[in-house]
Nanobody, 124 residues
Framework: QLQLVESGGGLVQPGGSLRLSCAASRFTLDAYTIGWFRQAPGKEREAVSCINKSGISTSYGDSVRGRFTISRDNAKNTVYLQMISLKPEDTAVYYC?????????????????WGQGTQVTVSS
């Protein structure tokens, strides 16, 4: 089974930046479309961004568009989420998830494999 491991979370001040990584083991990540989701306490899981298998197609949630950038390095079997201009409302646990399909989806149920999550806290 595909295993995903997120890293790169932490505490950052408003306006700061972080880069999250989603690394895969046991399978090559280029066989999967990868989505980033986040969940804040007391809130539903929210789709943040997605990149398809080829890396040609990407999508972003309205709340992060223009501030977050998703990319993939298939040679390193890793997908990245570069986050800039972070806001306190970006505070959440961030998860990456994989689906063996060419197309991105925003519904979490479409993804078969999930990482354990990494905490991002934006606070002064």
């Amino acid at each position: 089974q595909l295993q995903l491991v997120e890293s790169g979370g932490g505490l950052v001040q408003p306006g700061g930046s972080l880069r999250l990584s989603c690394a895969a083991s046991r399978f090559t990540l280029d066989a999967y479309t990868i989505g980033w989701f986040r969940q804040a306490p007391g809130k539903e899981r929210e789709a943040v961004s997605c990149i398809n298998k080829s890396g040609i197609s990407t999508s972003y949630g309205d709340s992060v568009r223009g501030r977050f950038t998703i990319s993939r390095d298939n040679a390193k079997n890793t997908v990245y989420l570069q986050m800039i201009s972070l806001k306190p409302e970006d505070t959440a646990v961030y998860y990456c998830a994989a689906r063996p399909s060419f197309f991105c989806r925003t519904d979490a149920d479409s993804y078969d494999n999930w990482g354990q999550g990494t905490q991002v806290t934006v606070s002064s």
